[in-house]
Each structure stands twice: as structure tokens, then as C-alpha cells.
């Protein structure tokens, strides 16, 4: 029966969580709030799981909740990144939420997956990691990339971002493709990126930590 709850998604999400757990300290400043996130991921997960899985219930509910916490907690990550996208992303989440509210309402409702709000989450993600890019590659102080935090999480955002959208905009295709062939090509797609968001994660964790310690001089 756990075998059924202990997917690639959900083994990812537990290794970001611990990694949280691990790394992000008081000195890693608001990034610790990632702890809380990560916990509530794992709760929504679990609680999706027990209503398919246990209850026989439909699950769509939690995971619908959950659009809601993740995009806006990531746009609120991007708003600490530099003073500029502080504003925007500000904006973003009013027009997120009141997007969210309508179609949970009005529009799919509350037990149907609302595709439309993940889409709409997605594009929202996909551009804020450009910007993000844009910004770093325009300014005239040097940063390694490979050692900033905020780097790997734009990546991670950007890969889920898009790969998301190619799910649920070619859901009915890659349905049919599995109906004829027997290939779920959905959840591999799915899958990989999970793993390519909760890797980036856990990257940006370690980069975080470092980059929040104060650099030892080594003695000459």
C-alpha cells in the first residue's frame, strides 16, 4: 500500500524537506520558510493519497489548495531577490489569488483539478525566472551563477514551469498516446520535473547556507 504513496514526486519532496531541515538556519534569513513549505507539500500529498488510496474519495481538493500555496509562496521567494521584482511580484500574487478564487468558484470548481490555474501559475513562474535571468545578466556586478541561490531556483521553477504546461496543455494527446500504446508518457514527464524542481532546490539550499556564513580569511 505505501508503494503506492512513495513515488518519485513524493520521495523528492521529503529529500527537499530533510535538506531543509539541514541547512536552512536562522542565518539563511527568510529561506527558512521553506521548512514550512516543504511540511505542507508533504501534508497536501499525503492527504491527496489517503482519498484516493484509502478513502476511495476524490482527491482533486488538496491538490487545488495547493496551486494556491505554491504559487504564491515561490513569487513571494522571487520578490526577495532584488528590490525591483519586489513590486511586480507583489502584483502578481493579488492577480494570482483573484485568479485562483474564480476559477475554484466559478470556473472547474473545487473537485475538478483546475488546469486552467496551473497554467496560469506556470506562465507566472516561467516568466519571473526569465526576468530573473535578464536582471542578472544585464547588471554590471559579477555574480556566479553557479554558487547563487537564486539561480538554481529560477532553473528549477523555469524546467517545472514549462514541463507542467506541456502536460496539461497536451493532456487529451498524451492520454490517447497511453490509451493506444500503454506508455504513461504523462508521468514521466511529470516526474522528471519534480525531480529537476526538488534537485534545484536542494542546490539552492547548500548555496543559500554558504553564501549566508561570513567568509574566513585564510591567514597569508
Known amino acids: 500500500m505505501l508503494s503506492s504513496y512513495f513515488n518519485i514526486t513524493v520521495i523528492t519532496e521529503w529529500a527537499a524537506f530533510i535538506a531543509a531541515l539541514v541547512l536552512l538556519d536562522k542565518r539563511t534569513g527568510q529561506w527558512r520558510f521553506f521548512k514550512i513549505f516543504a511540511f505542507i507539500a508533504i501534508l497536501l500529498d499525503a492527504t491527496g493519497w489517503y482519498l484516493s488510496y484509502i478513502a476511495r474519495q476524490n482527491n482533486n481538493l488538496p491538490y487545488n489548495l495547493f496551486l494556491l500555496v505554491n504559487a504564491l509562496f515561490f513569487i513571494w521567494v522571487f520578490s526577495m531577490a532584488t528590490p525591483k521584482m519586489k513590486r511586480l511580484c507583489y502584483w502578481l500574487m493579488v492577480a494570482f489569488s483573484l485568479a485562483w478564487l474564480t476559477n475554484f468558484i466559478f470556473g472547474q470548481g473545487m473537485f475538478i483539478y483546475n488546469s486552467y490555474t496551473e497554467i496560469t501559475g506556470d506562465v507566472i513562474l516561467a ?11 544585464t547588471q554590471e556586478q559579477y555574480v556566479n551563477l553557479f554558487a547563487y541561490e537564486y539561480f538554481w531556483l529560477a532553473a528549477g521553477l523555469l524546467l517545472s514551469a514549462l514541463g507542467s504546461m506541456l502536460l496539461y496543455l497536451f493532456l487529451d494527446a498524451l492520454q490517447r498516446y497511453h490509451d493506444n500504446t500503454g506508455i504513461n508518457l504523462y508521468g514521466y514527464i511529470n516526474y522528471t520535473v519534480n525531480v529537476l524542481l526538488y534537485g534545484s532546490l536542494i542546490i539552492a539550499f547548500i548555496c543559500r547556507r554558504k553564501n549566508s556564513r561570513p567568509v574566513s580569511l585564510s591567514p597569508l
Open 127 to 137: 516568466f519571473l525566472s526569465c526576468y530573473l535571468f535578464y536582471r542578472l545578466l
